[in-house]
């Protein structure tokens, strides 16, 4: 039996987080020092002592999730990685898992992706909503018929387990393709507090942000495969690694599929490393006989 590391994303940070870790272990005290000056600000004060409210910043949520998962993972004993896999935000702390990038690098990385994407979401108003015990085919079907007889942007972007996908696109455009949503069957469509269109083709200029920063990176060969978002496979080769990277930004976070990939290549146990526990959640409900665990998730 094969085990996985999965890394959570953006919406899995709360107060105090990573606190245990700074104050119980030398080397996860460092890597902090070391994230604040790469920053320039402390964002270590943020996590431990600031509110909800301060952490729901793009520029502070994105790099404390992404130092809370890599910090747990490389300061605590386990076993090595089988396989490694991220949601959305999560891939850049999977990189680090396995080699394919350093601790610093993909810091920086994190920043600039927080940065690009705070400015997209400026540049017109859009939003997301999560649609619940409707077949991932006829979310699908209503996006494309609300884009193409509204011109208003709306995709499937993330899915997370069969019966919870996730829309993405113009505030117009996402209300009505809920409303259809309902119509259609959905449990329920609801529109969620977030200040973008992550993962649709309004994160554009994000990308090209992000692609010349990633470009000019260094990417190692992994230690194990990634099972990326964009393409819900196993990857192994650092230009493919990097390219898909970048189409993250637009792509979908195909997370069922993902896991499913995953299963099919043997994985039986899968080890969360980070803030909450929804990876675990989610994972239990494509794969009712995994293994879950966590790694610093409280």
């Not at 000056?37 to 402390?42: D, K, N, V």
């Not at 490694?84 to 396995?98: D, K, Q």
């Amino acid at each position: 039996m094969k085990h996985a590391y999965v890394f959570p994303g953006q919406g899995s940070q709360f107060p105090g987080m990573g606190k245990n870790l700074y104050d119980t272990n030398e080397k996860a005290k460092e890597l902090f020092e070391r994230a604040n000056e790469i920053l320039g600000f402390r964002i270590s004060d943020i996590m431990f002592s600031g509110t909800e409210e301060d952490l729901k910043q793009t520029k502070v949520t994105q790099p404390a999730v992404f130092l809370h998962a890599v910090i747990a993972f490389l300061c605590t004993e386990h076993g090595q990685p089988d396989m490694v896999a991220g949601h959305s935000l999560g891939e850049f702390s999977a990189l680090v898992a396995n080699g394919t990038l350093s601790f610093e690098e993909a810091l920086k990385l994190v920043a600039i992706r927080a940065n690009a994407m705070q400015k997209a979401c400026e540049l017109q108003p859009s939003t997301m909503a999560a649609i619940l015990a409707l077949d991932d085919a006829k979310v699908e079907e209503i996006c494309a018929a609300v884009t193409a007889e509204t011109g208003e942007v709306v995709v499937a972007a993330n899915y997370n387990c069969p019966g919870q996908l996730v829309i993405s696109g113009t505030v117009k455009g996402v209300e009505i393709a809920c409303e259809r949503m309902k119509a259609a069957g959905a449990k329920r469509a609801l529109v969620l507090p977030v200040g973008g269109a992550f993962h649709s083709p309004l994160m554009a200029p994000a990308k090209e942000e992000l692609k010349a920063a990633i470009e000019t990176a260094t990417f190692n060969t992994p230690s194990c495969p990634v099972y990326q978002n964009v393409v819900a496979k196993a990857v192994t080769n650092p230009a493919e690694i990097k390219q898909n990277l970048i189409d993250q930004l637009t792509g979908a976070v195909r997370w069922t599929q993902s896991v499913q990939a995953m299963v099919a290549d043997g994985a039986g146990e899968f080890t969360e490393a980070g803030p909450g526990k929804v990876l675990q959640g989610l994972v239990q409900k494509i794969h009712k006989d995994a293994v879950v665990n966590g790694i610093e998730n409280k």
